[in-house]
């Protein structure tokens, strides 16, 4: 009996994070990715619910606590590179120390090599997973 309360205990915690994020789409430069904050017509439309581009959406409200235009923000949507890897909040909270728009943190900062903002860095416009890339797939988005 123990060890079925315990395995359902465990369940329960793997579902509630793995699906704790929601995939909003990919911070990009690139137009025709439909999966593409650019793209009008996709991801990027102000009609669409989970867009940061719809003023009256979560992710795009400047009132919404999990809006990329909020400048007091405190859940932000999560960049990820193409490797996985954590790129900070798309975020235009100057003082969340993970927020892109943060000018002295490490995913905001022009000389940090995490932050989209360094075009040497993870902001290169050479890079296939950078959000400055015009033809490239940016970094993908993820709302809580």
């Given at each position: 009996?123990?060890?079925?309360?315990?395995?359902?205990?465990?369940?329960?915690?793997?579902?509630?994070?793995?699906?704790?994020?929601?995939?909003?789409?990919?911070?990009?430069?690139?137009?025709n990715?439909?999966?593409?904050?650019?793209?009008?017509n996709?991801?990027?439309?102000?009609?669409?619910?989970?867009?940061?581009?719809?003023?009256?959406?979560?992710?795009?409200?400047?009132?919404?606590?999990?809006?990329?235009?909020?400048?007091?923000?405190?859940?932000?949507?999560?960049?990820?590179?193409?490797?996985?890897?954590?790129?900070?909040?798309?975020?235009?909270?100057?003082?969340?120390?993970?927020?892109?728009?943060?000018p002295?943190?490490?995913?905001?900062?022009?000389?940090?090599?995490?932050?989209?903002?360094n075009?040497?860095?993870?902001?290169?416009?050479?890079?296939?997973?950078s959000?400055?890339?015009?033809?490239?797939?940016?970094?993908?988005?993820?709302?809580?």
């Amino acid at each position: 009996m123990n060890r079925f309360i315990i395995s359902a205990v465990l369940a329960a915690l793997f579902v509630s994070t793995a699906y704790a994020d929601e995939y909003i789409g990919n911070y990009s430069a690139n137009k025709n990715n439909a999966n593409s904050t650019s793209n009008p017509n996709g991801v990027g439309s102000p009609y669409n619910a989970n867009s940061i581009n719809n003023p009256n959406g979560r992710y795009g409200s400047p009132n919404s606590a999990t809006s990329a235009n909020n400048p007091y923000a405190t859940e932000a949507p999560k960049l990820y590179n193409s490797d996985g890897e954590y790129r900070g909040r798309l975020s235009d909270n100057p003082y969340d120390a993970d927020s892109t728009s943060n000018p002295y943190g490490r995913y905001g900062s022009e000389y940090s090599s995490d932050s989209i903002n360094n075009p040497y860095g993870a902001g290169s416009p050479y890079r296939s997973d950078s959000p400055n890339n015009p033809y490239g797939e940016g970094l993908e988005m993820y709302g809580e």
